[in-house]
């Protein structure tokens, strides 16, 4: 008797380094499904105390996401397998799927977050006491889970400890090579078709000439990534010099979708990292990119950690801040609106809002300005501006965005306060203004002496450089120097 197997894709969507998929691969008979879980789009209640509604998926990941599930399908279709894709539930569509191939196992990859398990507890709840068994995998962070020095609920709340113990106590294991798939099952079920934007209820996502990439989604444009970015372009040898860039293709990996979504493996990452060390050089700069990976492994560990706490409003710290409240307070549901619409009239802040809202991608930099002003100098709940950066970036993960939005606001790894200078940080990473040019054409010319603080100029001088504050260009939302004095 055969051994038939069901593959659960998730945000692992991808053939190289797979475990779940080498599991799966060991049976007669495997098939793959991906669902389009309706839970993940349109206006859904944020969770747990002090809940508010917000939009879940954006159009860019959406985009992203359906490019990439198209890419595994063809993938597998091109090695004699298929992928279903259901829009459904997954306990719902993966029980019926299940019965329709008389499955024995079904494998997937596990993730912490509170949100994720509960989906993984409600597939597994379908098959309880059921002849079709689940066996879920971890295969989506550089260091295994087993093999951490310490256990998970043990590991220190800051990186740097963390990152010593890790590298002192663990290795990363090799990536997996992509095995040979079985046979599909002879009575496999409809392929079904990849829902549009419009039936998961988001509005298709408009190209912008002006973004830095246009992240293809899929494992073959996350494999083609690398090798232009790492071997054709050679910009690894100079990665931590560049990092900190804003404009241009090139001045980080753009790695980062392609992870998220589980079309890239770090570990295979981290694989041609040691090859590039071998065969081109070997610096600070080379290992930088495994530390930002690693970056990555803390906060996936935290939220195993920590689980729900570390959404919340007091965050894994438990402290209260007079956050302002968009919902009840008319004063902060204005500035939150603007902040969102980067029309906030403090050029630096809002370029990265528009940068944001055009191409569903920021700076690492970007990101931390725009978060550090709503949290910092407008003091307003740091959950409302995570939730938009949910639904509004393409390489969206939940432990990493709402790890580093805690982490600015004062409530998450870190005990110092961890606001931004914006004008100071303006100067350093934008000094001629050819960033907030690029996203606010209204200030093309003002020059750099102005261009980071349009409200110093006179209006004989704002005649001069086209622009009328107010009119074409907002006054700033707050007292930008008087904000920092509300800092404790």
């Given amino acids: 008797m055969s051994d038939t197997d069901v593959l659960w894709l998730r945000r692992d969507l991808r053939l190289h380094d797979s475990p779940a998929l080498a599991a799966a691969a060991a049976a007669d008979e495997l098939l793959a499904v991906y669902c389009f879980d309706p839970r993940e789009y349109g206006d859904r209640p944020f969770g747990g105390r002090d809940s508010f509604r917000y939009r879940k998926t954006g159009a860019h990941r959406v985009r992203f996401r359906r490019e990439a599930v198209a890419d595994l399908r063809e993938r597998l279709r091109e090695r004699g397998g298929e992928l279903l894709v259901r829009h459904e539930r997954p306990e719902r569509a993966l029980r019926t799927v299940a019965d329709a191939v008389d499955a ?11 949100e994720e398990m509960g ?3 409600a597939v597994r709840e379908q098959f309880r006491n059921r002849p079709t068994a689940t066996e879920r995998h971890w295969g989506h962070t550089l260091y295994h889970v087993d093999d951490l020095p310490v256990r998970y609920t043990e590991i220190q709340d800051t990186y740097t400890p963390f990152r010593n113990t890790v590298e002192a106590g663990a290795e990363v294991r090799e990536p997996l090579e992509t095995p040979e798939l079985p046979p599909t ?6 392929p079904g078709e990849i829902p549009t934007p419009e039936t998961l209820g988001v509005e298709p996502a408009t190209p912008d000439d002006r973004g830095v990439h246009p992240f293809p989604g899929g494992e073959s444009a996350a494999l083609d990534r690398l090798e232009s970015w790492m071997w054709d372009g050679d910009n690894l040898r100079s990665y931590r010099d560049t990092r900190n860039g804003m404009v241009g293709p090139d001045y980080s990996s753009k790695f980062s979708p392609y992870l998220n ?8 990452v981290k694989r041609e990292v040691d090859r590039y060390e071998a065969e081109r050089v070997s610096n600070d700069d080379t290992y930088w990119l495994v530390f930002e990976l690693l970056w990555r492994d803390f906060f996936q560990f935290q939220v195993a950690k920590h689980g729900a ?26 500035q939150f609106r603007r902040w969102c619409e980067g029309a906030t009239g403090i050029p ?3 370029a990265n809002m528009v940068e944001l809202n055009q191409t569903g991608y920021v700076s690492n930099r970007g ?27 393409v390489d969206y993960d939940p432990a990493s965005n709402y790890g580093n939005w805690a982490y600015i606001a004062g409530v998450g790894n870190d005990s110092r306060n961890r606001h931004f200078d914006v004008s100071s940080q303006a100067e350093k990473y934008d000094p ?40 074409d260009y907002p006054e700033p939302v707050v007292d930008l120097e008087a904000s920092y004095e509300k800092l404790p």
Wanted: hydrophobic share 35%; net charge negative; aromatic share 10%.
């Fill in 348 to 350: 630096f802040v809002d």
């Fill in 261 to 268: 979504e589980g079309c890239l493996s770090p570990r295979y």
């Fill in 367 to 393: 990101r931390q300005i725009a978060a550090s002003f709503l949290a910092n100098n407008l003091r307003i709940d740091w959950r409302r501006g995570a939730a938009y950066f949910e639904r509004r970036l």
């Fill in 104 to 114: 024995d196992t079904v494998h997937y990859h596990t993730r912490p977050s509170p």
């Fill in 309 to 334: 706490t570390f959404f919340e409003r007091p965050g894994i710290r438990d402290r209260e801040i007079d956050w302002a409240d968009p919902e009840t307070d008319p004063k902060a549901a204005s």
């Fill in 432 to 471: 001629d203004g050819t960033f907030v040019r690029r996203w606010l054409p209204a200030l093309s010319d003002v020059p750099a002496d102005a261009v980071h603080e349009p409200w110093t100029l006179t209006p004989a001088q704002q005649r001069r450089h086209g622009v009328e504050l107010g009119i």
């Fill in 119 to 121: 989906v993984e507890e």
């Fill in 185 to 190: 099952p002879a009575t496999e079920p409809s």
